[in-house]
Each structure stands twice: as structure tokens, then as C-alpha cells.
């Protein structure tokens, strides 16, 4: 009833940039609420990137202010993350997420397969 496809990850040199892609498939019956990104680096735990609600309010991670902007297409209910500015921290399995709300199971958080970014030279 709910699948997550993400797209755009790869490798990308210290300082570029990559465009994350997130198309959410839901059943008529349902509505998106807020969307969003975390990640998880090797032996880390996964983290909050950055949020969007409908209305399109947003709140992202210290570490990736002035460089990440999360944007969405609530008609489309898709989710973009344009990173900018790319560290080798940054490198990491980046998932995005969406809290679905349907009359039957109420709220629930759905979450794609991800997406490898490396930051490398």
C-alpha cells in the first residue's frame, strides 16, 4: 500500500553536489504528512538529516545547514534533497522516510531501501 523509491545517490568528489530523489506510491485512501531523510554511516546509528512537514516547514541537522535543502512536491508526494558543498563525512546510506496517515491504521512511518552517497577523492 506504501512503497518509498529513492534515486540519486553515487559518488561524488569532496565539495560537488548530488540531488537525492524520493517517490512516495500510496493507496487513493491515503495522505502524506511529513517526509524526510536520515542516514547511516558505517558502524553509526541512523540520523536525522532533515524534515519537511505538508506545509512545508523544514529543520535540519547542524552538520548539514547552509549545505542540504530538503523540498517536496506534495501533488507528486515526492521528497528532494539537493547536498551541496559534499564532505567526506557526508558519506553514508541515506534513507528517506514518510509518516502516512490512512483512517484505517492511523499514522505510520514508512521508510525506503536507500541510497549510497560517497564523498571521495
Known amino acids: 500500500q506504501v512503497q518509498l523509491v529513492e534515486s540519486g545517490g553515487g559518488l561524488v568528489q569532496p565539495g560537488g553536489s548530488l540531488r537525492l530523489s524520493c517517490a512516495a506510491s500510496?493507496?487513493?485512501?491515503?495522505?502524506?504528512?511529513?517526509m524526510g531523510w536520515y542516514r547511516q554511516a558505517p558502524g553509526k546509528q541512523r540520523e536525522l538529516v532533515a524534515t519537511?512537514?505538508?506545509?512545508?516547514?523544514?529543520n535540519y541537522a547542524d552538520s548539514v545547514k547552509g549545505r542540504f535543502t530538503i523540498s517536496r512536491d506534495n501533488a507528486g508526494n515526492t521528497v528532494g534533497l539537493q547536498m551541496n558543498s559534499l564532505k567526506p563525512e557526508d558519506t553514508a546510506v541515506y534513507f528517506c522516510?514518510?509518516?502516512?496517515?490512512?483512517?484505517?491504521?492511523?499514522?505510520?512511518?514508512?521508510w525506503g531501501q536507500g541510497t549510497q552517497v560517497t564523498v571521495s577523492s
Open positions: 522516510n514518510a509518516d502516512v496517515f490512512s483512517t484505517s491504521l492511523g499514522t505510520k512511518r514508512y
Open positions: 500510496i493507496a487513493m485512501t491515503f495522505s502524506v504528512n511529513a
Open positions: 519537511i512537514t505538508s506545509s512545508g516547514s523544514t
